[in-house]
């Protein structure tokens, strides 16, 4: 009986942990964030796969924060702002959106897959949208695996 007990516990320290991504979160102070604190002040549970790093506006998201998230081992990342028309700063969000356009050209033009970045608008009031995009968003990168083409681009411009 010990035995088996034994057996079993042995066969569970084996077996490889299942894969759990991390996501990256650059998220704007006055929606995205205020909706993501309702869903934990509402006790909304979400995976918790995401580390969220809070920007005055997603108008203020350099491409490099999301090259750099990658380059310290992100999986995935995730930008999220006010809806269009809502910015805090009348246009922050349109100038984040035009510059995502031309930065997910120069993914695909470098290989990244643009699959691993999530561009989302989630108001203050969404804390359910916030729940639901975490969970999808993290279910998508748990499939696509752990981003070891990225460390292969590394190894290459490093030699
Ligand atoms: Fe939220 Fe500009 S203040 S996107």
Same mark, same amino acid.
């Given at each position: 009986?010990?035995?088996?007990?034994?057996?079993?516990?042995?066969?569970?320290?084996?077996?490889?942990?299942?894969?759990?991504?991390?996501?990256?979160?650059?998220?704007?102070?006055?929606?995205?964030?205020?909706?993501?604190?309702?869903?934990?002040?509402? +006790?909304?549970?979400?995976?918790? $796969?995401?580390?969220?790093?809070?920007?005055?506006? %997603?108008? @203020?998201?350099?491409?490099?924060? =999301?090259?750099?998230?990658?380059?310290?081992?992100?999986?995935?990342?995730?930008?999220?702002?006010?809806?269009?028309?809502?910015?805090?700063?009348?246009?922050?969000?349109?100038?984040?959106?035009? +510059?995502?356009?031309?930065?997910? $050209?120069?993914?695909?033009?470098?290989?990244?897959? %643009?699959? @691993?970045?999530?561009?989302?608008? =989630?108001?203050?009031?969404?804390?359910?949208?916030?729940?639901?995009?975490?969970?999808?968003?993290?279910?998508?990168?748990?499939?696509?695996?752990?981003?070891?083409?990225?460390?292969?681009?590394?190894?290459?411009?490093?030699?």
């Amino acid at each position: 009986m010990s035995t088996e007990n034994t057996n079993t516990e042995s066969i569970l320290k084996r077996a490889p942990a299942p894969f759990e991504p991390k996501i990256m979160a650059f998220v704007c102070n006055w929606c995205t964030y205020a909706g993501a604190d309702l869903a934990g002040t509402g +006790r909304m549970e979400y995976k918790p $796969n995401v580390r969220i790093i809070k920007l005055p506006c %997603t108008g @203020r998201i350099d491409p490099l924060f =999301i090259l750099k998230a990658f380059d310290n081992g992100a999986d995935g990342v995730l930008v999220s702002g006010c809806h269009p028309g809502d910015c805090h700063y009348t246009t922050g969000n349109y100038h984040a959106r035009r +510059r995502w356009i031309g930065f997910k $050209n120069l993914m695909e033009f470098t290989g990244i897959d %643009t699959a @691993r970045v999530h561009f989302s608008w =989630i108001s203050a009031s969404e804390a359910i949208k916030w729940v639901d995009l975490i969970n999808n968003v993290t279910d998508k990168i748990a499939e696509m695996g752990p981003f070891t083409e990225y460390k292969e681009l590394k190894k290459v411009k490093n030699g």
